[in-house]
Each structure stands twice: as C-alpha cells, then as structure tokens.
C-alpha cells in the first residue's frame, strides 16, 4: 500500500475541489494513483470533481506572431509570476513566437538555434535565454510551439499572457476572432463530436460506466445511461456543439453563428500555461531537515 501523503491530497484536492477527507479516501482506495483517484472522485461526486482541472500549476506566457496567412503561437515558461511581468523576458518570447513564424523551426533545439540578440546577449535564441537566466535569476524555457503556413486565414486571441488561441478560418475575420475567444474560456476538445480523441471517449466511458453500476440499475437501463452520459460530454467538449458565448438567446451555438457569418473554422490550437505540468511544492519542513541532517553528518 502507498503512502499517502498530504501533498497528495493537497494536489488531488486542488484538481477536484473535493473535500480533503474524500481526497484521501480517494487515493487511498486507488493505492496513490493520482489519475484513478480523481475518475473514483468523479463516479462519487459527478462533475464537481472537474471544476479545477484547468487550474495550471506552472508559470509563464503565452505569445503569437501573424503576418498574413503565416503564424504562430509558442508558450514559454518560468518559475514565477514576477518574472511574467519582466520586460526583458517578455521581449524575449514575442521575438520567439516571431521566430517560429518567420524561419519554421523544425523544435525547440532549432528555435533556440535561430540568430537573435537582445540584452547584450546573443548571437542565438538559446544564447539571450540564458544569458536572462543569469541576470533575473530564474529558469525559464521554450516549452512548445505551433505554426501554419500557406493555407487558411489566421487570427488569434490571447486572454491576458496565460491563455491564447490561434484559429485557421475562411470568411469573416470578426466571427473567427469571436471564435477564438470562445474557445478560450470554454475550453473545447475537437472541432466536432467525431474528432475528440479516443483515450478521452474511453476515459469518460469507464466513468459513466462506473456511475451506471452503482447505481443499481438494470443492465439495460445502464448501458443507455452509459451512452447517454457520453453523447453529452461529446457535445460539450466539441467546439461546434457549444453554446456560442456571445449568444444573445443563449442558445445559439458556435456552427450556428458560423454558418449565419458565412465562415467555416478550419482548425484551432489552445494553449493554457503550465496545462499538464506539475509545479514543485517545496517541503520546508523537510528541507530544514534534511540540511540539519547533512550539517550533523559533517560535525
């Protein structure tokens, strides 16, 4: 049996907002698995335990580069919010998203190889990001970008630094910015039902099954409640089948309003900083000790 301790419960109570005694009933039952503890979380509490999966537990921006039918968005990260708000590092991630635009680096090796100076620092990417590491004292790095070229409209929408969307469109730039926006506070899977991916259909499946047997119902009724479960996550996952949020009757949904605007969305990529990074949560106590320890070994 794995230990359970209150960091993990902690963790497993930040994603879920469950109650601290749930969470360790949770992780306990599921021997420390962290993923099984929140699907148990989510069979006994429903969506509750979902309401703070999009928290992210690491820092940084977020920063895109368009000029005509060619862009890009790149994600860059720190260790904490102040260095968000530092001039120089800001600098340095919108000359990056420029970058991936304008030469097509093939990953993040070759973006941090491209020429580029700033600071006194250079003459490459890679070279001005650590020099920067030098002066502001922080680490920092070019976590993953995207780019698209030569094909559809772009237009992107970056709420604040932490959250942006770039979107390929035909039509009306208006009603695909408005798209974007959308999809940057609701948080959409895939374009349509059909597109969202398998591992997550799976995921929801085996919850809504486990749902369906506790509740005791016959075999029958459960595999239609399973199915019925599922169908509705697709929609609300798939960006078509959302409620548009700039609805006047609240009913409107995204294909409706795209198709009312004469534009098709041919594609779109999220990007939330720190989404699936683990932020270090430092144990003074245990720090403290450890070096008390290190000092008595040496006396």
């Given at each position: 049996?794995?230990?359970?301790?209150?960091?993990?419960?902690?963790?497993?109570?930040?994603?879920?907002?469950?109650?601290?005694?749930?969470?360790?009933?949770?992780?306990?039952?599921?021997d420390?698995?962290m993923?099984?503890?929140?699907?148990l979380?989510?069979?006994?509490?429903?969506?509750?335990?979902?309401?703070a999966?999009?928290?992210?537990?690491?820092?940084g921006?977020?920063?895109?580069?368009?000029?005509?039918?060619t862009?890009?968005?790149?994600?860059?990260?720190?260790?904490?919010?102040?260095?968000?708000?530092?001039?120089?590092?800001?600098a340095?991630?919108?000359?990056?998203?420029?970058?991936?635009?304008?030469?097509?680096?093939?990953?993040?090796?070759?973006?941090?190889?491209?020429?580029?100076e700033?600071?006194?620092?250079?003459?490459?990417?890679?070279?001005?990001?650590?020099?920067?590491?030098?002066?502001?004292?922080?680490n920092?790095?070019?976590?993953?970008?995207?780019?698209?070229?030569?094909?559809?409209?772009?237009?992107?929408?970056?709420?604040?630094?932490?959250?942006g969307?770039?979107?390929?469109?035909?039509?009306?730039?208006?009603?695909?910015?408005?798209?974007?926006?959308?999809?940057?506070?609701?948080?959409?899977?895939?374009?349509?039902?059909a597109d969202?991916?398998?591992?997550?259909?799976?995921?929801?499946?085996?919850?809504?099954?486990?749902?369906?047997q506790?509740?005791?119902?016959?075999?029958?009724?459960?595999?239609?409640?399973?199915?019925?479960?599922?169908?509705?996550y697709?929609?609300?996952?798939?960006?078509?089948?959302?409620?548009?949020?700039?609805?006047?009757?609240?009913?409107?949904?995204?294909?409706?309003?795209?198709?009312?605007?004469?534009?098709?969305?041919?594609?779109f990529?999220?990007?939330?900083?720190?989404?699936?990074?683990?932020?270090?949560?430092?144990?003074?106590?245990?720090e403290?000790?450890?070096?008390?320890?290190?000092?008595?070994?040496?006396?």
């Open positions: 049996m794995a230990a359970i301790t209150a960091s993990m419960v902690a963790e497993l109570r930040a994603k879920t907002d469950a109650p601290m005694m749930e969470c360790k009933k949770a992780l306990t039952e599921a420390g698995d993923v099984k503890a929140e699907e979380l989510r069979v006994k509490l429903g969506t509750k335990a979902g309401k999966a999009s928290r992210v537990t690491a820092e921006v977020v920063t895109a580069s368009i000029e005509g039918a862009g890009a968005m790149l994600e860059v990260n720190c260790e904490t919010d102040f260095v968000t708000k530092n001039d120089s590092f800001l340095m991630a919108q000359a990056a998203a420029k970058l991936v635009a304008e030469k097509n680096p093939a990953d993040i090796a070759a973006l941090g190889a491209l020429p580029y700033q600071d006194g620092y250079g003459p490459t990417l890679e070279d001005v990001r650590t020099g920067l590491i030098g002066k502001i004292g922080e920092m790095s070019f976590r993953r970008f995207v780019r698209k070229a030569g094909g559809a409209k772009l237009t992107s929408y970056l709420h604040g630094t932490r959250i969307v770039l979107v390929e469109y035909e039509g009306d730039e208006v009603a695909a910015r408005d798209v974007a926006m959308h999809v940057a506070a609701m948080k959409p899977e895939a374009l349509t039902s969202v991916p398998a591992e997550l259909v799976e995921r929801e499946r085996s919850v809504a099954t486990a749902k369906a506790e509740s005791g119902k016959p075999a029958d009724i459960a595999a239609k409640m399973v199915e019925g479960s599922v169908q509705k697709l929609k609300e996952v798939s960006l078509f089948n959302q409620v548009f949020v700039k609805a006047a009757d609240g009913k409107q949904t995204v294909e409706q309003m795209l198709k009312d605007k004469n534009t098709k969305v041919l594609g990529t999220l990007y939330v900083v720190g989404a699936g990074i683990e932020k270090k949560t430092d144990d003074f106590a245990a403290v000790a450890a070096q008390v320890a290190a000092a008595q070994g040496k006396a």
